[in-house]
C-alpha cells in the first residue's frame, strides 16, 4: 500500500533537474503564520518572485541556460593580465591535443582584452562536430560557456555570429539582489542585456527554503516552450489517476485553473502520506506558455512540507494546512515579469515618435501611446484593439479555437494564453492635435488669392 502511495507521489513531480538552489542562513524570528508583508524579491530570468524577508541567502548553487546552454559563473581574484595569463594557458593546452581522442582548437578569438572565444572541432565517426569554449571576466566574475555538437554551416552563420556579438558583450555581472530595470535576463552572479526580439532557448531555475521553516522548500523555473503539443498540469494528473485505495489516503485543497498575473495555470494542493507516517504538502503550479514565445514561456512552482533531510529522520510539517496554503498562495501569486524602463524620453513634444503600423511584440515595452491591434483572427474581438501608453509591457492575448465535440457538450470553450503581434492603427487625442499644429498653413482658396498678374 505504501509503495503504491509513493509511485503516486512520484507521478506528481516534474524531474526538473534543478540547477539553482538558494537556502536560507538565517531568518529573523518568524510567527508560524509567515507573512510577506516585508518582502524580499529575487529575479530569475525575466521574472520576479517575492518571497518572506529577514533571511540572508546562502548559495549552494544556481545555473539558468540561455542561448545555447548553462553559462557558469566563478570568483575570480586578480587583474586583466591574469585573465589573459589563464586564457593563454588554456589555449596552449588546448593545442597540444592532437584529436585522436579529444577536441582540438581551430581558432582563437579575443574580441576584447576581457573576452576570449576557442573554436574547436572533433571527428566523430566521420562527422566533423564543432564547439566552442567561451570565457568572460567582468568586475571578480569570472563567466564561462562550454558547448559542442554543432554542424559547420549552423555553428559559423548563427551560433559563433550570436555568441560574438548578442550574448557575451551584453553579459556582465549582477549582485542576486539587483533587480535590473532593462530588458535582458537574469542568471546566477550575472544578467544578459536582451530585448527578446530574437527567440533563443531560455530557461531559469531557483530553489530555497527557511531556516525557521526547515522542512519547507519552494522549487521555481521557467523555460522557453520550443514545439507544441505537451499535456498541461492538470491533463499529466488525469492519465494517472489515483487508486480507490489511494483515495484514501491523499486529501486534495485545491486542483483548479489558477491564473497568475496574466499567465494562466493550473494547480493542485494535496495532502499526501509518506512511508513514516507522516503527511506532507505538496502543491504544485504550471503555466504552459506559448510556443517560441520569449515571454511567455513555461512556468512551474511546486512548493513542499516536511522534506527529508540529508541526515535524520523525516520531520513533521511545520505548517498547518492553512498556513502552508497562505504561504504557497503568498510566493506563487507574486510571480510576475519583470517591469522594464520606458524608451528614453527625446523631448516634451506630443508628436508621435512612431509611425501608424508600427509592429511590437508581447512583452515589448510600448514605444508609442494609442490604439494597438492584435492581427490574430482568433483573438476575442473586444480584446483585439487596446489602448496602450508608452513605456507598458504589450500583454498576452486570449486565444480562442473551436470546440471539440466533448467541449461542445460539456459548454467548454478552448482557450489559451499567447502571446501576438501588435500594430499602432491610432494615435491619441494629443498626437493627433499636435500633428495637426505641426502641418504647413494650407494654401488659400482661390477667390481668397488675390488679384492675379497678368503678363
Known amino acids: 500500500m505504501i509503495g503504491s502511495i509513493k509511485s503516486s507521489l512520484k507521478l506528481r513531480f516534474i524531474e526538473t533537474g534543478l540547477a539553482v538552489f538558494i537556502s536560507f542562513e538565517s531568518l529573523a524570528a518568524y510567527p508560524k503564520d509567515v507573512e510577506m508583508s516585508n518582502q524580499n524579491t529575487l529575479c530569475f530570468g525575466r521574472f520576479l518572485i517575492d518571497f518572506p524577508a529577514g533571511g540572508k541567502i546562502k548559495e549552494i548553487g544556481q545555473q539558468s541556460q540561455f542561448m545555447f546552454g548553462d553559462i557558469h559563473s566563478d570568483n575570480f581574484q586578480g587583474e586583466i593580465i591574469d585573465f589573459t595569463r589563464r586564457m593563454d594557458q588554456r589555449e596552449i593546452k588546448l593545442r597540444e591535443l592532437t584529436g585522436k581522442d579529444d577536441r582540438v582548437l581551430i581558432r582563437t578569438i579575443s574580441p576584447n582584452q576581457s573576452t576570449r572565444i576557442f573554436v574547436t572541432k572533433e571527428n566523430v565517426f566521420g562527422h566533423v562536430d564543432f564547439g566552442f569554449e567561451a570565457y568572460k571576466l567582468d568586475k571578480n566574475k569570472l563567466f564561462s560557456l562550454i558547448h559542442i555538437n554543432f554542424e559547420e554551416k549552423i555553428f559559423y552563420d548563427k551560433v559563433l555570429i550570436r555568441l560574438s556579438t548578442d550574448l557575451l558583450p551584453n553579459l556582465r555581472t549582477r549582485h542576486l539582489d539587483e533587480i535590473p530595470s532593462e530588458p535582458g535576463f537574469c542568471?546566477?552572479?550575472?544578467?544578459?542585456?536582451?530585448?527578446?526580439?530574437?527567440?533563443?532557448?531560455?530557461?531559469?531555475?531557483?530553489?530555497?527554503?527557511?531556516?525557521?521553516?526547515?522542512?519547507?522548500?519552494?522549487?521555481?523555473?521557467?523555460?522557453?516552450?520550443?514545439?507544441?503539443?505537451?499535456?498541461?498540469?492538470?491533463?499529466?494528473?488525469?492519465?494517472?489517476?489515483?487508486?480507490?485505495?489511494?483515495?484514501?489516503?491523499?486529501?486534495?485543497?485545491?486542483?483548479?485553473?489558477?491564473?497568475?498575473?496574466?499567465?494562466?495555470?493550473?494547480?493542485?494542493?494535496?495532502?499526501?502520506?509518506?512511508?513514516?507516517?507522516?503527511?506532507?504538502?505538496?502543491?504544485?503550479?504550471?503555466?504552459?506558455?506559448?510556443?517560441?514565445?520569449?515571454?511567455?514561456?513555461?512556468?512551474?512552482?511546486?512548493?513542499?512540507?516536511?522534506?527529508?533531510?540529508?541526515?535524520?529522520?523525516?520531520?513533521?510539517?511545520?505548517?498547518?494546512?492553512?498556513?502552508?496554503?497562505?504561504?504557497?498562495?503568498?510566493?506563487?501569486?507574486?510571480?510576475?515579469?519583470?517591469?522594464?524602463?520606458?524608451?528614453a524620453k527625446t523631448g516634451a513634444s506630443d508628436l508621435p515618435k512612431k509611425p501608424l503600423g508600427e509592429l511590437a511584440l508581447t512583452g515589448r515595452i510600448c514605444p508609442q501611446t494609442g490604439w494597438w491591434q492584435s492581427g490574430d483572427e482568433y483573438v476575442l474581438p473586444a480584446k483585439r484593439r487596446q489602448y496602450?501608453?508608452?513605456?507598458?509591457?504589450?500583454?498576452?492575448?486570449?486565444?480562442?479555437?473551436?470546440?471539440?465535440?466533448?467541449?461542445?457538450?460539456?459548454?467548454?470553450?478552448?482557450?489559451?494564453?499567447?502571446?501576438?503581434?501588435?500594430?499602432?492603427?491610432?494615435?491619441?487625442?494629443?498626437?493627433?492635435?499636435?500633428?495637426?499644429?505641426?502641418?504647413?498653413?494650407?494654401?488659400?482658396?482661390?477667390?481668397?488669392?488675390?488679384?492675379?498678374?497678368?503678363?
Open 187 to 343: 542568471i546566477k552572479d550575472g544578467f544578459i542585456a536582451d530585448d527578446g526580439s530574437k527567440y533563443q532557448f531560455e530557461e531559469a531555475r531557483l530553489q530555497f527554503n527557511f531556516k525557521e521553516l526547515p522542512d519547507v522548500w519552494v522549487a521555481v523555473y521557467s523555460q522557453t516552450v520550443p514545439k507544441a503539443g505537451d499535456d498541461t498540469l492538470l491533463q499529466r494528473m488525469d492519465k494517472h489517476p489515483d487508486t480507490v485505495l489511494e483515495k484514501l489516503y491523499i486529501k486534495t485543497f485545491r486542483r483548479q485553473k489558477h491564473e497568475v498575473n496574466g499567465f494562466k495555470g493550473e494547480e493542485l494542493l494535496e495532502l499526501l502520506p509518506t512511508d513514516q507516517g507522516i503527511k506532507q504538502h505538496y502543491f504544485h503550479w504550471e503555466a504552459a506558455g506559448a510556443v517560441k514565445s520569449i515571454f511567455v514561456p513555461l512556468l512551474n512552482l511546486e512548493f513542499e512540507s516536511a522534506v527529508l533531510p540529508l541526515k535524520g529522520p523525516r520531520p513533521r510539517p511545520s505548517l498547518t494546512d492553512e498556513q502552508a496554503i497562505k504561504l504557497y498562495d503568498s510566493i506563487v501569486n507574486s510571480i510576475r515579469l519583470r517591469p522594464t524602463s520606458a524608451p
Open 388 to 455: 496602450f501608453k508608452e513605456g507598458e509591457m504589450l500583454p498576452t492575448v486570449e486565444w480562442h479555437g473551436k470546440p471539440n465535440v466533448w467541449q461542445k457538450l460539456t459548454g467548454e470553450r478552448p482557450s489559451q494564453t499567447m502571446t501576438t503581434v501588435w500594430k499602432l492603427v491610432e494615435y491619441a487625442e494629443a498626437q493627433r492635435a499636435a500633428i495637426e499644429a505641426e502641418k504647413p498653413p494650407a494654401a488659400p482658396a482661390a477667390e481668397d488669392a488675390g488679384p492675379v498678374k497678368e503678363g
